[in-house]
């Protein structure tokens, strides 16, 4: 029986809506979009989820409805969906794998976040903006380095195209997403942290020609960066 998917998430930005976003449409699986609604609509969408009371409720959005189950948490998402559509190994080896894959690319999310908003998430970036000068820095001189460095390492050591070996896996997008969100948010930095990169810049390519992938990179659902999400291309962040 087909399921049925609708994502809930905040409109006018990609965010970590995309890293769900990309699994649902590799998996090629019909869903609803809130955020493709109107703005006010989609913006109420989320509180309604956020604001439920059965079983486990989310704390933040990205979230997706499932038939009559709703699961936050934007790497627990894309398992989920990916074990139901063949885009992760089904052996528990693998499959923990690629959970640690994700969460070290949910965690490069986290820190990329962190440059505009160093000190306190719910503030304005223009009042964190010193403190965000000196995070930047560091995360652009060894954070981003270690953690895409990290991605190259694992690609170098095994003898496939993708993170998992042979097997293509949800990971695989959210490292391209995550590379996609750094070279919008840091153009110079990650520029001159992927010349160094082969294997990483490769596999971001591989990814965007997979048929799926490039038919929605195409369309009208792929969001444009804005100055609201996680990625924001603040030149004097970029060095
Ligand atoms: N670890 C969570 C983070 C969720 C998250 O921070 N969501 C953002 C939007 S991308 C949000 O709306 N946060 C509200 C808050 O933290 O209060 C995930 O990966 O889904």
Same mark, same amino acid.
């Given at each position: 029986m087909a399921m049925s998917y609708r994502l809930v998430y905040w409109p006018g930005l990609p965010g970590r809506g995309e890293f769900v976003r990309l699994v649902l449409e590799e998996a090629g699986v019909a869903y609803e979009d809130t955020a493709a609604g109107e703005p006010q609509d989609a913006i109420q969408a989320v509180m309604t989820v956020l604001s439920s009371e059965v079983g486990a409720p989310p704390l933040a959005p990205p979230v997706l409805q499932v038939g009559?189950?709703?699961?936050a948490q934007s790497g627990n998402i894309c398992e989920f969906v990916a074990a139901t559509h063949g885009l992760v190994p089904l052996d528990e080896g693998p499959r923990a794998l690629a959970r640690q894959l994700q969460a070290t690319v949910v965690d490069l999310v986290a820190e990329a976040h962190n440059t505009h908003h160093p000190v306190d998430p719910?503030?304005?970036?223009e009042d964190q903006r010193v403190e965000a000068l000196a995070a930047a820095k560091s995360f652009r001189e060894e954070r981003m380095p270690k953690f895409l460095g990290y991605f190259?390492? &694992?690609l170098a050591a095994n003898s496939g195209d993708w993170l998992l070996g042979a097997a293509f896996s949800y990971p695989d997008l959210a490292l /391209?997403? &995550?590379v996609e969100g750094l070279r919008?948010? /840091? +153009?110079?930095a990650s520029e001159r942290v992927l010349t160094d990169l082969p294997a990483v810049t490769a596999h971001h390519a591989r990814v965007a020609a997979r048929p799926r992938i490039a038919?929605?990179?195409a369309s009208e659902?792929?969001? +444009? /960066?804005?100055e609201h999400g996680i990625f924001r291309r603040y030149p004097e962040l970029d060095g």
């Open positions: 009559s189950l709703q699961l719910g503030k304005y970036y190259e390492r &694992v /391209f997403q &995550v919008h948010a /840091f +153009p110079l038919a929605y990179l659902r792929r969001q +444009p /960066f804005t």
